[in-house]
């Protein structure tokens, strides 16, 4: 039984004849070029005025609140229920996590949370949308404005996703991206910053490129800085994805209407949230199965793999995890963060790679119900 894969790109022979020429052309004066087209179509694609492509998310995270000032002595909100990268960068500018808790509905920072972590040394929140789900923004952004509090917007994962007509990523003072090979949009590894501040942008590229003025050819570093750039093969293939971005947007919420349609009729299992004034992008489609079911996340991925199906567990709650074990914050959070806590143990990614048929989505779906039905028991 071929297995089925649960994440990964739709490489065309457009990013092929891209890289080949960043390859075979890029180098001497025209080593730049393709990361400026990259950056000038994601920018135009998000509908912001700016954008810095980099080696990774967290290297975009890590930038915006060097940028932002924030360190030793500040706290930043996290939502609990997301991947570690959302936060590591916290710790990188010494400044303090804190976790608060989600939406149920949407698996996003809920306002209500935000609001009850605040304290006199918040200057940050980094609210994620979640798996290609979006927060309730004009609720955080109001509160955030109120508060004077920094948005940072972690849109790894919804490339395309919308919010009252506006694109996920444009958001916060930085919206900051993956393109990871499991991402919507692709470059093997890496990131895109985007922003409409100005000074922001130009204090990024300062940062990014060991402390060097943009344009600086006398090697003069003014500070210790870092390094963090991406190569002209990579945004040669960046480019090609962002000229087709709403195709691949397209894709997985054709994957995820299979799903959608195929799950229907099995009791106890819901998928990804799109609330009004909404779009989800579907980076992936996840079934969160009701506690009656009787079986854990860790149990399902088992069965399903046993069915020849590869799936993903729903993030663990940051503030559970080993590396925040001697945090105050995390130990906090556990007790207060039930929403997330909840929804984290039962929720397992299902295959969303880009190339999956109709026909895999329907076994995946046949296994799905299968657990179901049986209780959570092999069968």
């Known amino acids: 039984m071929e297995r089925i894969p649960v994440a990964g790109p739709w490489i065309t022979q457009r990013e ?7 390859a075979a052309n890029a180098w001497y004066n025209d080593a730049g070029e393709y990361p400026r087209r990259f950056e000038e179509a994601f920018a135009d694609y998000i509908g912001v005025d700016h954008a810095i492509c980099l080696p990774s998310c967290t290297s975009a995270i890590h930038l915006s609140l060097l940028a932002l000032g924030i360190g030793p002595g500040d706290e930043v909100v996290v939502p609990d229920a997301t991947w570690i990268a959302s936060a590591a960068p916290i710790n990188y500018v010494g400044a303090t996590p804190v976790f608060a808790d989600v939406d149920r509905r949407t698996w996003c920072l809920s306002v209500d949370a ?21 927060p309730d923004w004009n609720g955080i952004r109001n509160l955030a404005c109120e508060r004077g509090i920094h948005v940072i917007e972690d849109a790894a994962e919804a490339l395309g996703s919308e919010y009252e007509g506006r694109k996920a990523g444009s958001f916060g003072a930085t919206g900051v991206f993956s393109f990871h090979g499991s ?9 895109m910053l985007v922003t409409n501040d100005s000074s922001l942008r130009d204090r990024i590229l300062f940062l990014r490129d060991h402390g060097r003025i943009p344009g600086d050819t006398s090697f003069q570093n003014t500070e210790v800085a870092y390094k963090y750039k991406m190569s002209a093969l990579q945004a040669a293939v960046g480019l090609a994805q962002t000229e087709r971005a709403e195709e691949l947007v397209a894709k997985k919420r054709e994957i995820f209407a299979w799903y959608r349609e195929g799950l229907s009729g099995v009791a106890g299992v819901n998928l990804n949230a ?5 779009r989800n992008s579907y980076w992936m489609t996840t079934a969160i199965f009701a506690p009656e079911i009787g079986v854990d996340k860790a149990s399902i991925i088992r069965q399903l793999a046993e069915k020849g199906v590869d799936s993903r567990p729903f993030f663990s709650p940051l503030s559970s995890l080993m ?4 945090v105050p914050t995390a130990k906090a959070a556990q007790s207060e963060n039930q929403i997330a806590y909840d929804i984290c143990g039962r929720g397992v990614n299902l295959p969303s790679a880009l190339t999956l048929t109709q026909a895999e989505a329907a076994r995946v779906c046949r296994a799905a119900e299968e657990i179901v039905q049986n209780g959570g028991q092999p069968a």
């Not at 092929?16 to 960043?22: C, G, R, S």
């Not at 991402?183 to 990131?191: A, D, F, I, R, S």
């Not at 799109?274 to 909404?278: G, L, S």
């Open 274 to 278: 799109e609330p009004e004034r909404t």
């Open 16 to 22: 092929i004849d891209y890289a080949a020429d960043a």
């Open 323 to 326: 590396a925040y074990a001697d």
């Open 183 to 191: 991402k919507t949009l692709t470059t093997g590894e890496g990131g």
């Open 114 to 134: 935000f609001e009850r972590v605040i304290t006199s040394k918040t200057k940050a929140v980094i609210p994620v949308d979640l798996y290609g789900g979006v």
